[in-house]
Each structure stands twice: as C-alpha cells, then as structure tokens.
C-alpha cells in the first residue's frame, strides 16, 4: 500500500488546517518537551511567526534513562490544544502506548511514533485505527524496507496519512548523536509516495548543525522539516544541546525561504 508501483501519484496527507505533500515545505517546530503552558505558548507563537505550520510538542516522552522527566502526559495534551486554539496551529504529539492515543485523538491533529517504537506493531496497528494521520519516524537502526513495513502496518489498518521521517541512524560516528541518512530522502521518493520528512535536530544532537542539515535535507527533496525550538535552550528539560532559540529558528527560515515552497 505503501508502494508507489501501485500508486504513483506524490500522496498529500492533511493535517489539521494544513498539508504535507510535495507543493509545499511544512515546517513542524516546538519544544521536545511540553514543560509548562507559558512555555509552549511563547515557542508556538514564535515558531508561527517565523513561518512553522505545526507545533512538536512531547507529553508522553520516551527517555533513556527512567529518571529523566518523563512529560505531562494528558496535561501536556490541554496545552497543546490550548496552543492550536491561540495561534491556529496545527499540532502534534508523541504516542507511546495505545491509552496514550485515546488521549491524544482529542487533543491533536496528528500522532507521532517514535523511533523507538517503530517495530512495536501493536501501537502501528492502533495508531492506523485512530483517525488521525501518523508521522512515522525511522527506527535507530532500521533499513528502509523494514521502515517501509511499519507505514504497510498503519495504512493496512485503513489509514492512508502516514509521513515518514528520517532522524537519523545509529553509526559506528559518535560525534554527532545520530547519523543523518540523507540517501534515505531521495530512494524514499522512488520507492514510496508518502510524504518524507527529515528531523535534524534528532539526527545530530547539536544546535549547530541543525540549520545546514535541514538546508540539505530541502535540497535531497524532503516535504518538510521537523525542528526542536525552546525559549531558553540551557534551562530545557529535555534534548536543550539540539534546540533552537527563537531568533536561530528564525534565520533558519529566513534562509530556506527562496528554496522552499513556504506556506
Ligand atoms: C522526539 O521527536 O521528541 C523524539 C523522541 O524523537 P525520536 O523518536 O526520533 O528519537
Ligand atoms: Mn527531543
């Protein structure tokens, strides 16, 4: 289903009061975390200005160790709809459990697997029965025919809106976070017509590196960018080194503006 020998028309996926497909580059940008509702406010506001369609924003989050904050869950949830409300934004949220997609059908406009739990096909398969389209990021060590099997479990299930997105893989290279497969954008393109996304901010882990890759990933063809942003970087709860203050978000865009298709 996921194959564009079947389908080979580009597919357009709606998200909320916008799309992700090939006419335009959708840029999603927020915090990794929803901390506090003043918090996310300040950064959909700013993010809305410099030209982001969609607020990121994670209230279930999966972290590596069990004693990092773990996110506020369906508060989080109000929030993000609290942001939609005040800005028009559209949103999207983390899932990691099947309750946690029964909260967020009523909160969000679009629901995120994780990395890590791009082989957990129960949550594909729920995800694919919850109505809302799914941005399915690529596994840490996940080939792209095995990335590709985890879309077929969420569009299988009669839900055609899935997005990819690449953020990066694990590689014997340790000065970045992630390795970002950018090669993953264009074979994508000839083996999928889901829309493809790339995350640099995942995929390296370091601020500085954020804005060349996301350059780079517009040009390899990717339909939109996904961007972590935070009022105050130093003081973050989670992945503070890979985010963008507002005025860096800002330029970023600025700078993308005559090769993107902005909205
Ligand atoms: C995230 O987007 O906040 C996140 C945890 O990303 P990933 O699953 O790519 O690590
Ligand atoms: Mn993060």
Redesign the pocket.
Known sequence: LANKKFHPEPSVVQVGPTVIGPDNLTIMAGP?AVETQEQLMSIAHAVKAAGATIL?G?AY??RTSPYSFQGLEEEGLRYMQEAKKETGLATIC?VVSNEAIEAAVKYVDMI?I???NMQNFILLKEAGRSGLPVLL?RGLSATIDEWLNAAEYIIAEGNPNVVL?E?GIRTFETTTRNTLDLSAVPVLKEKTHLPVIV?PS?ATGVYKYVSPLAKAAVACGADGL?IEVHNDPAHALS?GPQSLTFEKFARLTEELTPYARLA
Do not use: L
Request: charged share 45%; aromatic share 0%.
């Open positions: 990794c990121r994670g989050k999966p983390e995120q994780g990395a890590r990021k997105c953020r995350d995942h996904m992945d």
